[in-house]
């Protein structure tokens, strides 16, 4: 097979699921600055419809930020930190003893990989909280400048943890594939 | 007698001036348990680099990150249920929550990052 369960695993956790949040959170982020107070600008406000949709994006990207970060956990890390076995030399089929066996190549994991464990659990719960307000509070969230203020404010720092966890995610494993 | 109302800081404003069907205490109390929990996240790192208390790994090939993680997440989901149990039918000062749940989330957060529980 050309390309193992593993290997599709993480392709499906960073490109996948990652880039479906990342693309999801960037559109976010653009559709509260293009609708900004039409009292400033020549912008119309929203509609119920237009509401909704916001909601159902945040949904999504919420949900594509757990599966990403469930799978990571679950699937993918348990592969990245197999502990090679006793008298094994070649250690590039266990990347973090391969990472951690060169100085050179150690910071992927001491830095990297240890960023990446916990970080995306933060951007998942922040995420989530921004879908329950985007949900229920449809009109609000449009009418309310503060809590537009504070949602552009969480959007801001879910998508620049995941794009962090991400390029963390991109150097690792191209040094040191999950195969 | 004190009431459960006079002990949570808020400044009332009726829901409809502001502009929504709800009060703002439900939309309050999601984004301040999402920063607690970003707190436990961070706590929890900290409290396993110091050898203080290690989460109990749940699933073994994750190994601990598999009980850190969910001990978090159990955090954050009792704490969005508990505030959203006593706001979500009040309008609240929402500022200072605003500004608390981005405190929290920023200190869980450095929390999680090697140089700084390297430090210990």
Redesign the interface.
């Given at each position: 097979m050309l390309f193992s369960f593993d290997s599709l695993a993480t392709m499906f956790h960073g490109i996948a699921a990652g880039g479906m949040a990342l693309m999801g959170l960037f559109a976010a982020l653009f559709w509260l600055y293009a609708t900004r107070s039409a009292e400033n600008d020549d912008v119309r406000p929203p509609g119920a419809a237009s509401h909704q949709a916001f909601a159902v994006l945040m949904v999504l990207v919420a949900v594509a930020l757990w599966v990403t970060v469930l799978g990571g956990t679950y699937i993918v890390f348990p592969t990245y930190r197999t502990p090679p076995p006793e008298g094994v030399v070649a250690l590039v089929d266990y990347p973090r003893a391969y990472l951690l066996s060169d100085a050179g190549t150690a910071w992927l994991h001491a830095f990297a990989m240890e960023s990446k464990e916990h970080m995306p659990w933060i951007a998942s719960m922040l995420a989530t909280s921004v879908a329950f307000v985007a949900t229920r509070e449809r009109r609000r969230l449009w009418a309310d400048r503060g809590m537009r203020s504070m949602t552009v404010a969480v959007l801001a720092v879910v998508f620049g943890l995941v794009s962090f966890v991400a390029l963390m995610g991109v150097l690792v494993n191209k040094v040191a594939p999950v195969q | 007698m004190a009431t459960h109302q006079e002990d949570v800081p808020r400044t009332v404003v009726a829901a409809d001036e502001?502009?929504?069907?709800?009060a703002?205490g439900?939309?309050l109390a999601?984004?301040l348990?999402?920063g607690i929990?970003?707190l436990a996240?961070?706590a929890f790192?900290v409290l396993n680099e110091a050898g203080i208390f290690a989460a109990p790994s749940f699933?073994g090939?994750?190994?601990g990150?598999?009980g850190?993680?969910t001990l978090?997440?159990v955090v954050?989901v009792v704490a969005?249920i508990w505030l959203h149990r006593r706001w979500r039918s009040r309008e609240l000062e929402?500022?200072t929550v605003?500004v608390a749940?981005?405190v929290l989330?920023a200190l869980?957060?450095l929390a999680?990052?090697?140089?700084v529980w390297g430090l210990l």
């Open positions: - | 502001a502009g929504g069907a709800h703002n439900g939309a999601a984004f348990g999402a929990g970003s996240m961070g790192v699933y090939p994750t190994g990150l598999s850190r993680s978090a997440v954050w969005w929402a500022r605003y749940t981005l989330a869980g957060l999680t990052l090697p140089p």
